[in-house]
């Protein structure tokens, strides 16, 4: 099955941004929907965002006009575009596919702090 690596998390102030990776093994230009998920400390894993083959996305309401999710399937890579961060935004991200979810990967950190 593919395995999925992120990457470009770290620590930000209230505002900034971060730009998200997801590295995936095989191909990803078969699977229809890849998307992001977050999972806070103390708190339950939640999607984020997704995104069809046809590059089309969906957002949780907690990051529409802020978040912007995009894939390159020439390069087996799916980004997460995070603008205007906030505290509640700070969490461990993960990226899988979507809803035939594969195993977890490590995710990246992101952490929003002044």
């Known amino acids: 099955q593919v395995q999925l690596v992120e990457s470009g998390g770290g620590l930000v102030q209230p505002g900034g941004s971060l730009r998200l990776s997801c590295a995936a093994s095989t191909s990803i230009s078969s699977i229809y929907v890849m998307g992001w998920f977050r999972q806070a400390p103390g708190k339950q894993r939640e999607w984020v965002a997704t995104?069809?083959?046809?590059?089309?996305?969906s957002y949780a309401d907690s990051v529409k006009g802020r978040f912007t999710i995009s894939r390159d399937n020439a390069k087996n890579t799916v980004y997460l575009q995070m603008n205007s961060l906030e505290p509640e935004d700070t969490a461990t991200y993960y990226c899988?596919?979507?809803?035939?979810?594969?195993?977890w990967g490590q995710g990246t950190q992101v952490t929003v702090s002044s």
């Open positions: 899988n596919r979507y809803p035939f979810l594969v195993g």
């Open positions: 995104i069809t083959n046809g590059g089309s996305p």
